[in-house]
């Protein structure tokens, strides 16, 4: 698909999930009036966990571009730059990811092949940790949600596993493929190059342990921010309800199908909260909230990093 037919895609996605919220609201606007609930407790609570959160996100990305060899950059000049590609992110698909690999490179010497890499592992880390924690908090809590008659305590190790040796397959698979055309043999090879980037970063049991203790502390205070977001509009979340919404935050937060999923999550969020027996808007308005208070809250420490730059 071309450029800008996926952006149109991306437009057409982003402005029926809004005109469908919209709708909705217009037809049950007493479910709206619950945002009035929200006081300045559950804002400053919000915006307190939300920069926590940019905070390790960013930590975290720093761990496996060093990893990958950047030692130069420092952690000021990194958080400047992780912080702005977020705000770009909440207005361009895919517009973090092509900010910080064109600045790494210009700057550092980074080539977009290792940046590429790091944005997979990041990926690849997330969502097999996000798995993990899931699968431990369920089978804790003892629950017996079910997709397709699996139980998901029996059904998750399954797609963990499947995930863990994902890189080592596809280097294996790679490394065996024999590619003579020229054009074929240069992508080959650069992919070859990110699946080996890949393989050894699961493989440095040190940074996979960091990478771990992150995502745990990210994934409780992710799910604290949930917690509060809907305590906001009166709705009180027992701990597996409060788990389910941030597994997917977190997940749908891995693939953009709009800028920042704009529209996307918030269905997502409602679909939830009616499977769970709260109403569609419920589920919209508290993670609306989360997003709200998170796109200030990027949005001003992107000006004040760009500020400083610019004084510089």
């Not at 402005?15 to 009035?36: N, Q, T, V």
């Not at 029996?154 to 055309?181: E, G, H």
């Not at 918030?266 to 939830?272: A, C, H, Q, S, V």
Request: glycine share 6%; aromatic share 14%; charged share 15%.
């Amino acid at each position: 698909m071309s450029p800008v037919k996926r952006k149109w895609l991306e437009f057409a996605v982003a402005f029926l999930s809004i005109a469908f919220i919209s709708s909705y609201f217009l037809r049950h606007f007493d479910e709206f009036r619950k945002i009035a609930n929200l006081g300045a407790a559950h804002i400053i609570g919000i915006l307190a966990l939300s920069f926590t959160i940019h905070l390790l996100i960013g930590y975290k990305v720093l761990l496996i571009l060093k990893q990958l060899g950047l030692r130069a950059i420092t952690c000021m000049e990194w958080l400047r730059i992780f912080t702005v590609s977020r705000f770009i992110n909440f207005h361009l698909t895919q517009g973090a990811n092509v900010y910080r690999s064109i600045l790494l490179k210009k700057d550092y010497d980074f080539s977009y092949t290792k940046s590429i890499s790091v944005m997979l592992i990041f990926a690849w880390v997330d969502v097999v940790f996000i798995f993990f924690l899931a699968w431990i908090a369920f089978a804790f809590a003892g629950s017996h949600w079910k997709i397709s008659r699996l139980d998901l305590v029996f059904l998750l190790p399954m797609v963990l596993l499947a995930l863990i040796v994902a890189p080592m397959a596809i280097y294996a698979i790679f490394k065996r493929l024999d590619v003579r055309t020229p054009r074929l043999r240069w992508l080959h090879d650069k992919c070859l190059e990110m699946a080996a980037y890949a393989k050894e970063s699961v493989r440095d049991h040190v940074l996979l342990r960091r990478l771990f203790l992150l995502s745990v502390i990210s994934f409780i205070f992710y799910a604290l921010a949930v917690y509060i977001a809907f305590a906001g509009i009166g709705v009180h979340l027992n701990a597996e309800a409060s788990l389910l919404f941030t597994v997917v935050i977190l997940l749908s937060s891995v693939v953009n199908i709009t800028p920042n999923n704009i529209g996307v999550m918030e269905l997502l969020y409602g679909g939830l909260a009616h499977v769970m027996g709260l109403t569609l808007g419920e589920g919209v308005l508290a993670c609306g909230i989360i997003r709200v208070l998170g796109y200030f809250l990027v949005a001003g420490l992107a000006l004040l990093c760009l500020g400083k730059k610019n004084k510089k």
